[in-house]
């Protein structure tokens, strides 16, 4: 993740690594430098260019969301697939679930989640404990050891996005939490 604060913050300040626009196409600067010509204004017929314009950062946005996600992931834990690390932020916000909630949030089924909640219970990060509104069912919790490792993790990422975004607006930053809440919630029900 220091490498990638380094490119945004190298990409902020270097002219040369910024994104110009040339006669009909953009090219995106990704976090190495390279540039990728897309289509601008000179774009396919009947297509709206706001919209691709979209498609493209949140394809950028999502592949640096995926790198960052193993990173962080392998901060909480060496062994820790980085596609558990989502599953451990929900717990942290909302404590204790059911196995069939989370796997149901993530988007996977029984089977994958109940091999996802076995590793992660070997590495300490999370316990079973019954559920106390249904004798049969159990909740999965983070384990104080989960619980902070994962916070320390959240608050250095936290501490990155404040001084990626030092230059933002404090409004901005709401502003842009708020669109990507919506578009979220969109997604989620479509």
Do not use: C
Not at 22 to 48: E, F, K, L, M, S
């Amino acid at each position: 993740m220091a490498a990638a604060a380094r490119n945004f913050q190298d990409r902020e300040t270097d002219p040369a690594r910024t994104a110009r626009p040339i006669r009909g196409t953009d090219v995106h600067r990704d976090a190495d430098g390279a540039g990728q010509r897309v289509a601008g204004q000179g774009g396919p017929a009947g297509v709206d260019q706001e919209f691709l314009a979209l498609e493209r950062e949140l394809t950028v946005l999502l592949r640096r969301a995926r790198a960052s996600q193993g990173e962080m992931a392998r901060e909480v834990h060496p062994d820790l697939e980085s596609s558990a690390y989502g599953l451990l932020i929900r717990l942290e916000e909302l404590g204790g679930q059911r196995a069939t909630a989370l796997a149901a949030y993530i988007g996977v089924g029984k089977a994958t989640m109940s091999r996802q909640l076995r590793a992660l219970e070997e590495l300490g990060l999370i316990a079973r404990e019954p559920d106390p509104a249904d004798g049969r069912a159990w909740l999965v919790t983070l384990t104080d050891e989960g619980r902070h490792r994962v916070g320390t993790v959240r608050e250095a990422r936290r501490a990155r996005y404040v001084s990626q975004l030092a230059h933002w607006n404090r409004r901005e930053v709401a502003e842009l939490a708020r669109l990507l809440h919506e578009l979220n919630g969109v997604v989620e029900r479509s």
